[in-house]
Nanobody, 121 residues
Framework: VQLQASGGGLVQAGGSLRLSCSAS????????VAWFRQNPGKEREFVAA????????YYEDSVRGRFTISKVSAENTVYLQMNNLNPDDAAVYYC???????????????WGQGTLVTVSS
């Protein structure tokens, strides 16, 4: 399975973006698909995740209530709706997949390329 992230761009503070993570083939129900973000010189940090089979969602505290992770199984796609963005949300966003949920990026073995989110104040 290959993952491809898209949807990044420039947005003003308070605005919204929707990121997409498309898989090249079927995502099995045992998988967890997650979003991480990274700024230069910093560790890749967890943003949100969804269990493909059950749809259970997980969020990092700073994005809970503003970001929504969702999936469309028929499209093998995961979305990250990001609302009320602020400059602290600016980063390169990556989607990833693994068989065990965790907030450490090392838990995930499949990665898409990043998509850049820039938030102007």
């Amino acid at each position: 399975v290959q993952l491809q992230a898209s949807g990044g761009g420039l947005v003003q503070a308070g605005g919204s973006l929707r990121l997409s993570c498309s898989a090249s083939s079927r995502i099995y129900s045992s998988y967890i698909v997650a979003w991480f973000r990274q700024n230069p010189g910093k560790e890749r940090e967890f943003v949100a995740a969804i269990r493909w089979g059950s749809g259970i969602r997980y969020y990092e505290d700073s994005v809970r209530g503003r970001f929504t992770i969702s999936k469309v199984s028929a499209e093998n796609t995961v979305y990250l709706q990001m609302n009320n963005l602020n400059p602290d949300d600016a980063a390169v966003y990556y989607c990833a997949a693994g068989i065990q949920y965790g907030t450490n990026h090392k838990e995930y073995r499949l990665w898409g390329q990043g998509t850049l989110v820039t938030v102007s104040s």
